[in-house]
Nanobody, 124 residues
Framework: QVQLVESGGGLVQAGGSLRLTCAASIRNFRSYTMAWFRQAPGKEREFVAA????????HYADAVRGRFTISRDNVENTVYLQMNSLFPEDTAVYYC?????????????????WGQGTQVTVSS
């Protein structure tokens, strides 16, 4: 069964850190580009970060570059999002997504598989 399961969300104070985990049940996981998106209440879903299959190439949204780090473990079929220096504006449901192409896309429509999301709340 193809599945992405996120975990690690929660409530944190501004300036704090969280690490999100996405456990993937995908055949040939290492062939997928993996990404994180987020959606805040009343706002559209937005791209956060993505990692090429090798993990050597990554891309970040301007709003999180320098604070967030995406990484992946192709042995454990897991993707991580380390989030540091969190702001209240980072509050959202964070989703893990998988794209079988070898390119990094920022459009959510390019991604074939999605997780159920994990809530991140940053208090001021």
């Amino acid at each position: 069964q193809v599945q992405l399961v996120e975990s690690g969300g929660g409530l944190v104070q501004a300036g704090g850190s969280l690490r999100l985990t996405c456990a993937a049940s995908i055949r040939n996981f290492r062939s997928y580009t993996m990404a994180w998106f987020r959606q805040a209440p009343g706002k559209e879903r937005e791209f956060v970060a993505a990692a090429h299959w090798s993990g050597a190439t990554t891309h970040y949204a301007d709003a999180v570059r320098g604070r967030f780090t995406i990484s992946r473990d192709n042995v454990e079929n897991t993707v991580y999002l380390q989030m540091n220096s969190l702001f209240p504006e980072d509050t959202a449901v964070y989703y893990c997504a998988a794209d079988q192409s070898s390119y990094i896309h920022v459009a959510g429509t390019a991604y074939d598989i999605w997780g159920q999301g994990t809530q991140v709340t940053v208090s001021s």
